[in-house]
């Protein structure tokens, strides 16, 4: 399949049915995901109305698949799926936008020879314009969002949730709200909601003084002082572990903490708890690993703008050889499992922000949706579990480590914490009541149906004080 160029040539047009029918084969014909699309054909996103087609047909997928499938005679050959995908576009737009109809159809038409098929002009036009005539399949797609999950993820959530499944799965299909986090190291909040309230955003304001969400969402590079490290977006939800990790830790000692962020690429609560902690005047050494060096890379480049200095730390120097206490945060590029971390001393905290399925962000990923699969769910588990076990032997006694996931289901959260207990015995859970969302066993649960969260998983672990051992063996 040959693929437009990053910027068409002169004269040529961008078709934008056709990108979205490109990407969406790519995420579901091959299991990429849109960060994927985003990274390698950003031309395929590259306007408004790209991402809106892209994000639109992702979430309402499953429906309009079916409402399209009643449409077609007989359905189309798996070697079509680039066909089905434009079709899919087309239905999104009768159904979900104010597209002029005739626009959306003929673009879509037009796509069919840009994907070498011809032939499939008449049959694109042919179907889209009965489903222009046909209101029924419209008004059978009326806001049952169920419909938009795949039954095995319907059923988990209904079997997890059974009080809020029908608005868990409504609040997947809405759009996410925007949350901006101030860098503390660069400007005051007080200053920055001055330069919000002149440039005419409106916004209320979070927990905490750097947390503020939009009433309307906007383009980052549009935010004030972007370009100069003023903010970053980070959801509610994900601030948290900054200010978890600062509750728990023992700030009473001169010495400099040294604390790891375990899986900390791109960077979003590494530079939150590197801006906290320098604001609360916690003397301390940050370290941060990840094991995908391209990851790495675009954390650099993000610290680089918020003005937060890294280097790459050498084991061979030892944690404090490189980097004097507040300054640079020290990144390794390492697989969490592996069984030669280079951590000596032990670390006094360690925040484990662990790869998971992505289901609590639905809203903001729709691809996620489509691309989980039970199966999944636990080999994310016995990874997350792996990497648990594997920190916890480099955190020192007394120290603290918060893990958390970006998920809603047990399988990734309560039940690798109750794994990690059942056979570490120098380990204990404490659950932080916070505001919003609701209790687990061990942990504290977050769910997309507060308007301001994602669904995130947070459990606080300590690992026995020595003294603690000996008051009670
Ligand atoms: C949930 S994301 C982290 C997001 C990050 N904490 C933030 O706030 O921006 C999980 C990260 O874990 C990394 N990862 C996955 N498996 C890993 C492993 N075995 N060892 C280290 N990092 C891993 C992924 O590359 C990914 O960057």
């Not at 996103?45 to 429906?63: A, C, D, I």
């Not at 200095?309 to 507040?326: M, V």
Request: glycine share 6%.
């Amino acid at each position: 399949m040959t693929e437009p160029t990053a910027k068409p040539a002169k004269g040529q047009k961008i078709n934008v049915r056709l990108d979205a029918a490109r990407a969406l084969t790519r995420i579901i014909g091959q299991h990429r995901t849109i960060e994927w699309v985003r990274a390698e054909r950003p031309q395929w996103l590259q306007s408004p109305l790209h991402t809106q087609l892209l994000y639109g047909t992702l979430r309402h997928y499953l429906s309009l698949g079916e409402a399209l499938h009643r449409h077609l005679r007989r359905p189309l050959k798996d070697k079509d799926l680039d066909l089905y995908h434009l079709m899919l576009v087309g239905t999104y737009q009768l159904k979900y936008t104010a597209i002029a109809e005739y626009a959306a159809i003929s673009e879509c038409v037009n796509g069919c020879k840009a994907l070498g098929k011809p032939w499939a002009r008449g049959l694109v036009n042919g179907v889209l314009r009965t489903m222009q005539r046909d209101d029924n399949w419209r008004l059978d797609l009326a806001a049952v969002a169920a419909l938009d999950h795949p039954p095995w993820l319907r059923s988990l959530i209904a079997k997890q949730y059974p009080a809020e499944a029908d608005d868990l799965m409504a609040a997947n299909n809405q759009r996410a709200p925007m949350t901006v986090r101030v860098n503390r190291s660069r400007v005051t909040p007080e200053d920055f909601r001055q330069k919000l309230d002149t440039a005419g955003f409106e916004y209320q304001q979070g927990p905490w003084p750097e947390a503020l969400t939009l009433d309307q969402p906007q383009l980052a590079s549009m935010l004030p002082g972007w370009d100069q490290g003023a903010c970053s977006v980070q959801d509610l939800s994900a601030q948290h572990a900054a200010h978890l990790m600062l509750s728990a830790l023992q700030t009473n000692t001169s010495a400099p903490l040294n604390i790891l962020d375990a899986c900390a690429a791109p960077g979003g609560k590494l530079f939150h708890l590197r801006e906290a902690l320098a604001d609360k005047g916690v003397a301390h050494r940050l370290f941060a690993l990840d094991d995908k060096e391209k990851r790495l890379q675009d954390l650099e480049t993000i610290g680089a703008r918020l003005g937060h200095t890294t280097y790459r730390y050498e084991p061979e120097h030892g944690l404090t050889g490189q980097a004097r206490a507040n300054e640079a945060i020290g990144l390794l590029c390492i697989d969490g499992c592996s069984p030669n971390l280079p951590f000596d001393p032990p670390l006094d905290a360690i925040l484990l922000d662990a790869p998971c399925s992505g289901s609590g962000t639905i809203r903001r990923n729709p691809d996620i949706r489509l691309l989980i699969t039970e199966a999944s769910l636990l080999e994310q588990q016995a990874l997350q579990l792996r990497l648990l076990q594997n920190l916890w032997q480099h955190l020192v006694a007394g120290g603290t480590l918060v893990y958390s996931t970006c998920s809603v289901f047990a399988e990734e959260n309560d039940q690798v914490i109750h794994s990690f207990l059942g056979a570490t015995s120098d380990a204990s859970a404490q659950t932080p009541a916070q505001g919003y969302g609701q209790t687990t066993k061990y942990g504290w649960q977050m769910l997309p149906t507060d308007p301001l969260t994602d669904g995130f998983y947070y459990c606080l672990l300590r690992k026995q004080a020595v003294q603690d051992g000996a008051a009670n063996p």
